[in-house]
């Protein structure tokens, strides 16, 4: 018998008599989540699995995104012990998973329906096809844009735009004067911030980071190239303070009207086309990210998953808490409460199968196309050595991608030109990865 | 009074504070002098053992540690400054005679009591944001461009943060000194026919030395070590624009995991804080003798 | 220095200190408006002052997010139990340093102080190891002790300028009456030194209540003070600046209000020995 059969039994067996589990001992749960907006709708909702699961409390740390990653990272590789959930991304998965950080998930119930899960996200939370880690929501990047603007400066997105067409429709949506800025993209320094953004553009201009000797290519034209065109299209179409902006800054101009056209996460799809706190929830139209015809997109593949650590000591508890928070059931709970269209996107088959999710999320069809385009396991047009998108999965990465990411954003403020920063981050990848071992001397 | 016995009671009696004083200090300074030397990085802890002074070399040839040491410098500096300038000027006009004195003393010393992440979300935010802050408002109403503070002047934005953190308290010191001061000084200099400043100059600028020593001394230990409000506003960017040497430790320690290098790197903070205070207490420190 | 000042001098210099005094606290009082915003109108341009649509909307959805109150004792937790226990420690040796120095006395107090320059973050994972090592992690007291360590030499050497400038012959004259050293420091030193000690006192809470390195890095929900719940709010999705506000304005309103209150006691003692 599963876990979770189990535990529904138990709570049969609670309403039947009352008192079956409060002979049980009850067992705390600490979870730490990422502040985002589905992670704290789940908090809302998790009375249903408490309800169901007398047994088990749930404690709550909920944190921003950089201060919870550096509160699990040292936690986990100190076997500190302080968590039995806890929320980490496709990078981390597979790096913790070889280092037997995690608790394996080869055996969740039947009716977990782990083939549901979509194929390129299941890959990304697999070590050697043992699960790791279970996507909570997952997500690609496509093309946001304001169908208005487009419509009243004469240009028209296609649903497969090249990047010559983005110059083309940012130069004609962009007023400044009328507070209207032609493209909103990310600036702000970090591996998960402009160079998750910048790593893909680059992979659609047919850059890559290393060789298959782990060389740094930051010295290679396709990086010019794709650095002088983000520092042109930012300079000339992009709104101020461009380098201190991120994921949210950049939704919060959006959703106030201030952007032309976003290129970011898929999962914002469901934000800015949500009248309660978007001012131009009806206007938004999307696109597949652009190429620059190399024969890769400039989408990327994220999954904020849930995990195990292997000093959790309840770690069958946990299971049974991440077998609810991203099953269909809990699925089909958001839809009753708050509507489809904010049930987690981009985990499961079955969510773009349902016509009542199609048809209440504009951006559906538009998201699975995205995220089934990326692949971690190729990314780039030429050969490299390593997997993941827009991220390089090796635990050096998230050091060097953040220092490489400040060298941009200093370009981007006008600090260096693009030439220094490339210089700079070529010097500095080949020191990191000289240090680090990857390049023998 | 300094009998055997009052001695040997007083030793017992610092004894505790020292003691726990001296733990607290050796052993993490013992832990990090040992990691400092040490290949240790959180996420790769197969790759581990001795490796001299690799991690030293690694952290002071990073192309961020000069700037690091010379923001480090115009941070505590750029604070002092304003704090002190402020401070007085702050307190030789609430220490005349004016009406609400309680309330207007009260808004003065607010700040003092925010917390270091709050103040950092506030100002980036509700003030420097070029789109939605009031400095792009102001700028925008009187028809000119938005500035972006911390994109442009990431180290100046950093330090009008902390030095409006700390205001306070250079005031309230400073207008505690100035409250000592015997009036009739003042009031004779005055008889003999020294102007605002000279009275200002010779008499209150004199008397508030010792005031302005303590200010020095207490921000630069808590100014050595901000951290939060960097975290916050720019991450130490664009570049390496407004990195301080605490925050280049921050960046080894918790972005790069590397345990090794962010002990070395703590290590070359204590020494070089200790050079200040060395510096310090020599310019200084007689100030507090009195 | 109470001068006869002519009627416009004194309301020249209340227009200009009302300006410089609101001009200082403007951010806090500017975030204290907005968290009664709607979220629109918390960034609307221009922006609005009064006119709007006053809302206590953002503080319930802040506290559905999350329960204010136990951050919030823990904060009180931590910052009295800090104090309180640095107080013992420090009050001794501080007393010892006042009445009976030694050539070694200053150096001493300046070592205290240079404990303080080590940057947290250099030594987080020596501290974690060991707290994991003693079982404190995300412990009440573990957090306690370490705000303690912290902030003990600023107590010190509060006290000890205080204490400084006790006479002598007072201590004297006690012991001639036959007190005992603890007597001595229970009933006669204590007393005289209580504006010291309390203005010591409130620093310590403000300081404790405020720090934001080790109360985030060694808590998760046991022992969880209010940075650690502002730190949840930095940067959610989309308009957010009115739940910040409301957030910020809840993390600080109570040592905010302690502070205003007892400002007059923690100006008296706020003087580190630079008045004579």
Redesign the interface.
């Not at chain 1, 404690?59 to 995104?65: A, H, I, P, Y």
């Not at chain 2, 207007?104 to 992440?117: C, D, E, G, N, Q």
């Not at chain 3, 205290?112 to 060991?130: D, F, H, Q």
């Not at chain 3, 706020?270 to 004579?276: I, M, W």
């Given at each position: 018998m599963t876990m979770l059969t189990r535990a529904l039994l138990g709570a049969t067996a609670l309403c039947a008599c009352g008192f079956a589990a409060a002979a049980q001992e009850t067992t705390t749960l600490?979870i730490?989540t990422v502040?985002?907006?589905d992670m704290?709708r789940m908090?809302?909702l998790a009375d249903a699995f408490t309800e169901a699961n007398p047994n088990i409390e749930l404690?709550?740390?909920?944190?921003?995104?950089n201060?919870l990653r550096?509160?699990v990272t040292?936690?986990i590789a100190?076997?500190?012990?302080?968590?039995d959930v806890i929320t980490i991304g496709t990078y981390e998965v597979p790096i913790w998973g070889r280092q037997n950080w995690l608790v394996p998930l080869n055996d969740l119930p039947a009716e977990y329906d782990v083939d549901d899960l979509l194929p390129p996200i299941r890959a990304g939370l697999s070590v050697d096809d043992t699960l790791y880690a279970v996507p909570f929501y997952g997500e690609s990047s496509f093309v946001m844009y304001r169908k208005d603007l487009a419509e009243a400066a004469g240009v028209t997105i296609p649903e497969q735009p090249t990047w010559d067409e983005i110059k083309a429709a940012a130069a004609a949506m962009n007023d400044p004067d009328a507070?209207i800025h032609g493209i909103c993209l990310r600036g702000k320094a970090g591996w998960g911030e402009n160079m998750a953004f910048l790593t893909t553009m680059a992979n659609s201009y047919g850059a890559r980071w290393f060789d298959e000797n782990w060389q740094p290519q930051f010295d290679s034209p396709e990086w010019k190239a794709a650095i002088t065109d983000y520092l042109d299209l930012m300079n000339n179409y992009g709104p101020p303070g461009a380098s201190s902006n991120?994921?949210?800054e950049n939704?919060?101009l959006f959703?106030?009207g201030k952007c032309g056209m976003w290129i970011d996460a898929t999962v914002a799809g469901s934000?800015v086309t949500d009248p309660n706190?978007?001012?131009v929830a009806d206007q938004v139209g999307f696109a597949l990210a652009p190429d620059a015809g190399q024969g890769k997109r400039a989408n990327w593949l994220w999954a904020w998953s849930l995990a195990i650590p292997s000093s959790s000591d309840a770690p069958e508890e946990a299971k049974q808490f991440l077998a609810w928070a991203t099953s269909k059931d809990y699925a089909n709970l958001v839809a009753e409460t708050e509507g489809w269209a904010n049930v987690p996107p981009g985990t499961r088959t079955s969510l773009y199968e349902n016509p009542d999710y199609v048809a209440a999320a504009p951006f559906a069809q538009m998201t699975i196309d995205s995220i089934n385009a990326a692949d971690p396991n190729q990314p780039t047009r030429d050969p490299v050595p390593y997997t993941g998108v827009q991220f390089v999965a090796i635990p050096e990465f998230q050091g060097l991608g953040t220092t490489v990411g400040q060298e941009f954003s200093a370009a981007l403020a006008g600090q260096k030109t693009a030439d220094e920063a490339l210089a700079a981050a070529q010097e500095l990848a080949l020191q990191e990865m000289t240090s680090a071992g990857y390049i023998q001397q | 009074?300094?009998t055997q016995a009052?001695?040997s009671?007083?030793?017992l009696?610092?004894s505790?504070?020292?003691l726990?004083?001296l733990v607290?200090?050796i052993?993490?300074?013992v832990?990090?002098l040992w990691?400092s030397f040490q290949r240790y990085n959180?996420l790769t802890p197969d790759r581990s053992g001795f490796i001299g002074f690799a991690n030293y070399a690694e952290f002071v040839t990073s192309p961020a540690f000069w700037l690091a040491i010379l923001n480090t410098l115009l941070l505590v500096l750029g604070v002092l400054v304003i704090t002190v300038v402020g401070g007085i000027l702050?307190a030789l006009?609430?220490?005349?005679?004016?009406?609400?004195?309680g309330?207007?003393?009260?808004?003065?010393?607010?700040?003092?009591?925010?917390?270091?992440?709050?103040?950092a979300?506030?100002?980036k935010?509700?003030?420097f944001n070029p789109s939605?802050g009031?400095f792009a408002?102001a700028a925008?109403?009187i028809g000119m461009r938005p500035f972006d503070f911390l994109g442009q002047a990431p180290l100046a934005s950093i330090i009008l943060i902390v030095a409006?953190q700390w205001?306070?308290f250079a005031t309230?010191?400073l207008?505690?000194?100035l409250?000592?001061?015997d009036?009739e000084r003042?009031?004779a200099a005055e008889m003999d026919g020294a102007n605002a400043w000279n009275r200002f100059r010779f008499i209150m600028v004199p008397h508030l030395a010792?005031?302005i020593?303590?200010?020095v001394?207490?921000q630069t230990?808590?100014l050595?070590?901000i951290?939060?409000e960097i975290l916050?506003t720019t991450n130490g960017g664009p570049g390496n624009q407004s990195t301080t040497?605490?925050y280049l430790?921050?960046q080894e320690?918790?972005l790069s995991s590397d345990?090794g290098a962010?002990?070395a790197?703590?290590?070359v903070?204590?020494i070089l804080?200790?050079i200040v205070?060395v510096f310090l207490?020599r310019a200084i420190?007689n100030n507090?003798?009195? | 220095?109470?001068?006869a000042?002519s009627t416009s001098r004194?309301a020249v210099?209340?227009a200009?200190?009302?300006g410089?005094?609101?001009l200082?606290?403007f951010?806090?009082l500017?975030?204290f408006l907005?968290s009664f915003k709607p979220?629109?109108q918390a960034?609307a341009?221009?922006?609005v002052w009064f006119g709007f649509d006053w809302t206590v909307r953002n503080y319930v959805d802040v506290q559905?997010?999350?329960d204010y109150f136990d951050y919030f004792w823990n904060s009180v937790i931590l910052a009295l139990g800090s104090t309180a226990l640095g107080l013992v420690?420090?009050i001794?040796?501080a007393?010892?340093?006042a009445?009976?120095p030694g050539r070694r006395t200053?150096d001493?107090l300046?070592w205290?102080?240079?404990?303080?320059?080590?940057?947290?973050?250099?030594?987080?994972?020596?501290?974690?190891?060991?707290f994991?090592q003693l079982g404190l992690?995300?412990t009440r007291i573990g957090l306690v002790v370490v705000l303690m360590?912290i902030n003990?030499?600023?107590i010190?050497w509060m006290l000890y300028t205080y204490f400084?400038e006790i006479p002598?012959e007072i201590?004297?004259a006690a012991?001639m009456d036959g007190a005992s050293?603890g007597r001595e420091i229970l009933y006669v030193l204590t007393p005289m030194a209580i504006p010291g000690i309390a203005s010591t006192v409130l620093l310590n809470i403000?300081l404790a209540?405020?720090e934001?390195?080790w109360t985030?890095?060694l808590t998760?929900?046991n022992a969880?003070p209010?940075?650690?719940f502002?730190?949840?709010?930095?940067?959610?999705?989309?308009?957010?600046?009115a739940k910040?506000?409301a957030a910020?304005t809840m993390?600080?309103a109570p040592?905010?209000i302690?502070?205003?209150f007892s400002?007059k006691q923690?100006?008296?003692g706020?003087?580190?020995?630079?008045?004579?």
């Open positions: 600490t730490a502040n985002n907006g704290i908090q809302g404690e709550w740390v909920t944190l921003e995104e201060v550096q509160n040292t936690d100190t076997n500190g012990g302080q968590y507070g991120g994921f949210n939704l919060t959703q106030q934000f706190n978007s001012t | 009074m300094s009052s001695r009671a007083a030793r009696m610092l505790p504070a020292v726990i004083l607290w200090m052993v993490p300074l832990l990090t990691f959180l702050i006009l609430i220490d005349q005679p004016l009406w609400g004195q309330i207007v003393r009260i808004l003065v010393i607010s700040p003092f009591f925010i917390m270091p992440p709050v103040a979300l506030i100002w935010n509700m003030f939605n009031l408002e925008k109403a409006w205001l306070p309230l010191i207008l505690t000194a409250q000592s001061l009036s003042l009031e010792r005031a020593t303590v200010v001394l207490i230990i808590f050595l070590g951290l939060v916050v040497l605490t430790v921050y320690a918790i345990v962010a002990a790197g703590g290590v903070a204590v804080a200790n205070a207490m420190g507090l003798d009195s | 220095m109470a001068r000042v004194k210099n209340t200009l200190a009302w410089v005094a609101l200082i606290a951010p806090i500017w975030t907005t979220e629109p960034v341009s221009p922006p559905n997010q999350r420690i420090a001794p040796a007393w010892s340093m009445f009976v200053k001493l300046m205290m102080l240079s404990t303080k320059m080590m940057p947290g973050v250099a030594v987080l994972v020596p501290i974690y190891l060991i994991i992690l995300d360590l003990l030499p600023i010190v400084r002598g201590l004297e012991r050293l403000i209540w405020n934001a390195f985030i890095v998760t929900t969880a209010l940075t650690k502002i730190s949840g709010f930095s940067s959610p999705q989309g308009l957010f600046y910040l506000s910020s993390a600080i040592i905010l302690m502070g205003w400002q923690l100006v008296r706020l003087t580190f020995g630079a008045v004579k």
